[in-house]
Nanobody, 120 residues
Framework: QVQFVESGGGYVQPGGSLSLSCEAS??????????IGWFRQAPGKEREGVVC??????????YYVDSAKGRFTITRGNAKNTVYLQMNSLKPEDTAVYYC?????????WGQGIQVTVSS
C-alpha cells in the first residue's frame, strides 16, 4: 500500500519561507511517470490546486495558480519518490492545509495534509 507523507509545514510570519516535502513509501514508485501537484484547503473554503507538474516523461510542463506564481516552486527529488514545494514571500492568505498528489491512470495518491499558518 502506497502512502504519501508531507512534512515541513508549520508557522511562519508574513514574508517568510517554508519548504514542504512529500515522500512516497510502501511501494517502489518512480514519480517521473506521475503528474504531481500540490493542493491546499483553507478553513471554510474548497480545496484548490496550487501547482501541477506533468510527468517528466510527458515533458514536465508546470502550471501554477496565479496567486502562487513567482513565489512557489515545485520540484522533484533526486530520489524519484519525493516532491517538494518551496514557498517564499508567504502571505496570510496562504494559510491552509497543504496536500501533495501524484497520479497516473488508474492511480491517484494523496498525502494526509500538513498545516501551513502564515501570521504575524
Amino acid at each position: 500500500q502506497v502512502q504519501f507523507v508531507e512534512s515541513g509545514g508549520g508557522y511562519v510570519q508574513p514574508g517568510g519561507s517554508l519548504s514542504l516535502s512529500c515522500e512516497a513509501s510502501g511501494l517502489t514508485l518512480d514519480l517521473d511517470y506521475y503528474a504531481i501537484g500540490w493542493f491546499r484547503q483553507a478553513p471554510g473554503k474548497e480545496r484548490e490546486g496550487v501547482v501541477c507538474m506533468y510527468s517528466r516523461v510527458s515533458g514536465g510542463a508546470t502550471y501554477y495558480v496565479d496567486s502562487a506564481k513567482g513565489r512557489f516552486t515545485i520540484t522533484r527529488g533526486n530520489a524519484k519518490n519525493t516532491v517538494y514545494l518551496q514557498m517564499n514571500s508567504l502571505k496570510p492568505e496562504d494559510t491552509a492545509v497543504y496536500y501533495c498528489n501524484a497520479n497516473v491512470w488508474p492511480n491517484d495518491y494523496w498525502g494526509q495534509g500538513i498545516q501551513v499558518t502564515v501570521s504575524s
